[in-house]
């Protein structure tokens, strides 16, 4: 599984070269959807990588045993429940391989964007060893024939095996710089 992070939160702008942060605005309006914003969005204050992870942490667990909120179309009674509901009542059918980053998101702390990553990377590695599951397993909505239809033409993904795909240096990363060519002047 692939996942980038992409919101209003992750705007940069290019100042003298360089990528710097925007800096944060009094009060942010409200953008995103009902279901899936942060605690921060519904209190209008400005989004940052804690909120992106409040979005995906509501997307899986909907995905996995649904929203409590799911089905409420009332902005401030959505806004309510998410205000007070539990962390236990939020994530009580809830992986426990991914619970550590519940944890990190209550932390007033600035998030390291690799070592969630990499907590996020494990935890399904986890789950996917404790399921007995890999990523080429068929989704549950596909049938036998359609796997079976797919798997006859397709190759397997170099990033499947994912140490394996990172130690072989594809495009050559960890190789030293090539010298450049020698510049050939052209005199007209």
Known sequence: ???????????????????VARK???SAEFRGTLRYCSPNVHEK???GRRDDLWSLFYVLIELHCGLPW????????????KMNIS???????????????????????RINKQRINNMFYDGLVALMKRLGTKPSDPYDW??????????????PAAWEDAAQFFQ?????IHAPPLPLAPQVKVII
């Open 1 to 19: 599984m692939v996942m980038t992070l992409l919101g209003e939160n992750l705007k940069s702008l290019k100042k003298n070269g360089k990528w």
């Open 24 to 26: 944060a605005r009094g």
């Open 45 to 47: 204050k400005e989004q």
């Open 70 to 81: 799911q089905t409420v179309r009332d902005k401030n009674k959505v806004e309510t429940m």
């Open 87 to 109: 962390d236990k009542h939020l994530v009580q059918n809830f992986p426990r391989e991914l619970l550590l980053l519940l944890e990190i998101m209550h932390l007033n702390k």
């Open 142 to 155: 596909e049938t036998k024939e359609q796997v079976e239809k797919v798997l006859k033409f397709a190759k």
């Open 168 to 172: 072989s240096d594809p495009i050559n």
